[in-house]
């Protein structure tokens, strides 16, 4: 860090830089330096802001607590402030920070350690036991309103189970993503094309930020819990009412334990930061908190931390090493992103020599050169990453790289979209990279599982000039297989088998196959299901597009484009006069009564005690239908929460009548 000439001058600058990196981490939930960083920086701040009080600013960070409040949701007013934890990273600063506590309260002190979890505060009010309102933190004072999204998450309890629970009182805790979830979101983001997101936090954080609760549904969010409040709390420490809202329904992480001195503190740390890989979401260190209340008030706050809590966090492993190359990968849907090929470093546990870049920004923000010795870090995230660049041992003749404007694979110009950070290559249909990829997200397991062909397998193929798509596969004949070399008889009819054997796929996995950009596995299952074959979803507009849940603006262009391409439609005729299944073939519930005979029923929202699933089900064994647009002639409306605003529109515009869960669940019973 630079060291100040004028104070003054340093003061500033350290604002503009916090300022700056806490918007990029509370808005758009990108960490652009490592926390050790960040709390580097904010401790500088402090430190001379101490020493020349007359130059604090009303505007530096160390006035507040941090982020600022988004306009999609609703603000809220926390009853009680959501402060911030003062962080440590060094034993010798940990037992400081013991040292002040028993100076002030005597040596009789008693914490509780918990796991640091590295997910999304939330605050949960309660009122009589039942959840009125999650809230995020924003900038301590008030935060967004997600109560919506909250709700979906089943590890918070929508009533308090038993009854000794105050009128009122606030539960927080931390959301997460598993990263089980994590991992199967971003090889979904991978299959339509998407930037993948760098660690479950931001996954998390993006999530709860969606406008739409059934999306976060699907996310299966989990939340621990860890602190509780009330006006006269009924227990005298932190560990009877971690005690108590267990009891009540909360889940609490029971990796928490008491400690008599901070020696056993150290050793819980020690443990926790080896044994940290057993829990289900990421963790960054360890908070230890003054166990009884009384002392707890007794140590009271700083402007913005408890006196009485401290977080003891783990250093994320870095490591540095030259930067020897940039390759430029050409995926599936055209994008080029660069990869950094590094000399090879130890880190973490693994040896890595591969690092992203994402996309050209990143690599002008970074400023790499190559030759270069780079800073790279693995923190929460899965693929390591570049953070910087150590400049004092920049090469003297190095020049910036400079961003290819043609793609790498075929020589055809780049362009970029506005509002995209990637470029693409847009010569679809005659890039090798683009045809290969294509062709094996065709025949993957998730799509048509064509076992018998590989990756390998497909590059002789088109080398050979049989294969230019995914319909010329099921044109393969025994006499162009044999030939080819590492063939042979047998394997070459197993590949006829297994392309045969394909055709039996399900129509939602065709239109997976397909590789539509920006129709996942999850979204094909959601289209197959609304649109019941290849006919319905071709003629489908824009507006019964959208009018599906899960399906957004970008999503229905995208469908709308593919089919507006005569080669795709091509490509489909070819697939389905192979045989392929362009149909849903749905088992047909049981008929159980005749109750909602010549009934039409539109479905929108999330429910509380069925899946939408289960109420097509039902509609239909009940002899109702399901269809998917409204229309004056449409029955009824079954409405969810958070129904689709442009469904509740044209419902109340056409005088359809609307039913809730129970009004339906009681026409039926
Ligand atoms: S206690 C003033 N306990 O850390 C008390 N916080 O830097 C602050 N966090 O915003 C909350 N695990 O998001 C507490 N076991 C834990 C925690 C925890 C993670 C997060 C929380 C908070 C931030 C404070």
């Known amino acids: 860090m630079a060291t100040a000439q004028d104070p003054a001058l340093e003061i500033e600058e350290l604002i503009a830089k916090i300022n700056h990196l806490n918007y990029q981490y509370y808005q758009n939930s990108v960490s652009e330096v490592s926390d050790l960083e960040f709390d580097q920086m904010l401790k500088r701040l402090e430190e001379l802001e101490s020493k020349h009080p007359e130059l604090r600013l009303p505007h530096s960070p160390t006035q507040r607590v941090g982020g600022t409040v988004t306009k999609n949701f609703e603000t809220v007013f926390h009853k009680w402030p959501m402060l911030s934890l003062s962080n440590t990273y060094s034993e ?15 040596d009789e002190v008693e914490y509780v350690c918990e796991q640091k979890f590295d997910g999304v505060a939330i605050s949960l009010t309660y009122e009589n036991g039942k959840f009125v309102q999650g809230a995020t933190r924003g900038d301590g004072t008030r935060g967004d309103n997600i109560t919506a999204n909250v709700r979906t998450i089943r590890d918070i309890p929508l009533q308090a189970h038993g009854k000794n629970y105050p009128e009122l009182f606030e539960v927080r805790g931390e959301v997460f993503m598993p990263l089980q979830v994590f991992e199967q979101l971003n090889a979904e983001r991978e299959e339509t094309g998407e930037q993948l997101l760098a660690n479950p936090r931001n996954a998390t954080s993006g999530t709860l930020k969606q406008q739409d609760s059934s999306v976060v549904a699907n996310r299966k969010l989990g939340c621990f819990s860890y602190s509780f409040h009330t006006e006269n709390s009924p227990y005298e420490t932190h560990s009877e009412s971690l005690q108590a809202i267990q009891k009540w329904g909360f889940k609490v992480s029971d990796t928490w334990r008491k400690c008599g001195n901070i020696d056993d503190v150290m050793a819980y740390i020690n443990e926790w930061e080896t044994r ?29 931390s408890p006196r009485w809590a401290i977080a003891y966090k783990y250093a994320a492993e870095n490591a540095s090493t030259k930067l020897l190359d940039i390759e430029y990968q050409v995926g599936r849907t055209g994008a080029v992103t660069p990869v950094a090929i590094l000399q090879k470093v130890a880190l973490a546990g693994t040896v890595v020599k591969r690092a992203s870049v994402h996309n050209a920004n990143e690599m002008q923000r970074l400023d790499l050169r190559l030759g270069d010795t780079v800073f790279v870090e693995k923190g929460g995230e899965i693929i390591p990453k570049i953070t910087g660049v150590d400049f004092e041992k920049r090469p003297a003749e190095s020049q910036p790289i400079l961003y290819p404007t043609h793609c790498p694979a075929c020589g055809t110009e780049l362009v970029r979209t ?46 050979a000039g049989y294969v230019r798509n995914a319909a010329d596969l099921y044109d393969l004949t025994l006499e162009q297989l044999v030939p080819l070399e590492r063939m042979g008889e047998k394997s070459a009819s197993n590949i006829l088998k297994s392309l045969d054997k394909s055709k039996e796929t399900p129509f ?3 239109l997976f196959a397909l590789g539509i ?36 603006d970008r999503i229905a262009q995208s469908i709308i484009a593919y089919f507006q391409d005569p080669d795709h439609v091509q490509l489909v005729e070819r697939l389905k006069a192979a045989g392929l299944k362009f ?9 159980q009564s005749d109750k909602l005979e010549s009934q039409t029923f539109v479905i929108s929202g999330v429910f509380e005690s069925v899946s939408r699933e289960e109420l097509q089900q039902l509609i239909v064994s009940h002899g109702g239908k399901v269809v998917s647009s409204i229309s004056k002639k449409l029955s009824y409306l079954v409405a969810g929460d958070k129904m689709g605003p442009s469904k509740l529109e044209k419902a109340e515009k056409l005088g359809v009548k609307m039913l809730s869960e129970d009004e339906f669940l009681a026409m039926i019973k």
Do not use: W
Request: aromatic content about 6%; overall charge negative; some cysteine.
């Open 92 to 106: 010798e600063d940990l037992r400081e920070f013991d040292k002040r506590v028993r100076k002030i309260v005597g």
């Open 276 to 304: 940290r890989t057993e829990l289900p979401i990421a963790t960054d260190g360890v908070v230890v908190k003054v166990n009884s209340y009384a002392l707890q008030e007794e140590l009271g706050f700083t402007a913005k």
């Open 418 to 463: 506005e509002g995209e950070a990637q470029f693409y290559c847009p010569n679809e249909k005659g890039c090798e990279p683009q045809i290969l990829a294509k062709l094996e997200h065709f025949i993957a397991r998730k799509a048509m599982n064509v076992d018998e062909l590989g990756p390998k397998t497909l590059v002789q193929l088109y080398l």
């Open 508 to 510: 939602e996995r065709v």
């Open 517 to 552: 950009r920006f129709v996942g596995s999850t979204v094909a299952k959601k289209l197959a299901e609304e649109l019941p074959d290849l006919e319905a979803l071709r003629g489908a507009t824009y507006e019964e597009l959208i009018a599906i849940n899960e399906i957004g």
């Open 583 to 591: 149909k849903s073939e749905r088992t047909a519930p049981e008929i």
